[in-house]
């Protein structure tokens, strides 16, 4: 239900700003980003939760970004990869802090940005100035997190 209404908002906000400027966007955005934040945290799946959103305007380049900030729960996230590749949780997480694993973990998160850029956000394409981001941060064993671009026009 939660989930629901936020995407609902942010639909409603996102049609009703076909023809808006960056700065109106972010102003209109502030309702639906207000909803969020009194909801978080929202549990997305089993391991990842939203823990808030932001609507931030520039006016020294006139853009809007607009960025969501969720949490991975570090162990479902190994215990995944340990299933996958037979290493242990220790080599998994020597992985993931290589730059290589940095490099994997971005990857993916890529894949959801472009996911939801198409699902949720097509609306925002037609928007000049206007930056959508995914922050991811790991709640545990101190692996980097990264930001995912959603949309960048």
């Known amino acids: 239900m939660k989930k629901t209404v936020v995407l609902y908002a942010l639909g409603l906000v996102c049609y009703q700003s ?16 207000a909803d969020i934040q009194q909801q978080a945290p929202i549990a997305v799946d089993y391991m990842t939760t939203l823990t808030g959103a932001v609507a931030l305007y520039s006016s ?3 853009r809007c970004l607009l960025n969501y900030n969720y949490v991975i729960k ?5 215990q995944e990869m340990m299933a ?10 020597e ?6 694993g940095i490099a994997s973990i971005q990857e993916v998160f890529n894949g959801f940005a472009k ?6 956000f097509q609306p925002f394409s037609g928007i000049a100035g206007i930056t959508i981001h995914y922050s991811y ?4 064993y101190g692996i980097p997190g990264v930001v995912a671009v959603v949309m960048e026009n």
């Not at 076909?18 to 980003?33: D, E, N, R």
Request: with cysteine.
């Open 95 to 100: 992985v993931l802090k290589s730059d290589e």
């Open 18 to 33: 076909l023809a808006a400027t960056p700065q109106a966007v972010c102003k209109s955005l502030q309702g639906a980003v």
């Open 60 to 62: 020294s380049n006139n």
């Open 115 to 120: 996911d939801a850029a198409k699902m949720h």
């Open 137 to 140: 941060r790991f709640d545990d």
């Open 74 to 78: 570090a162990e479902t996230f190994l």
């Open 84 to 93: 996958e590749n037979q290493l242990t949780l220790a080599e998994n997480v």
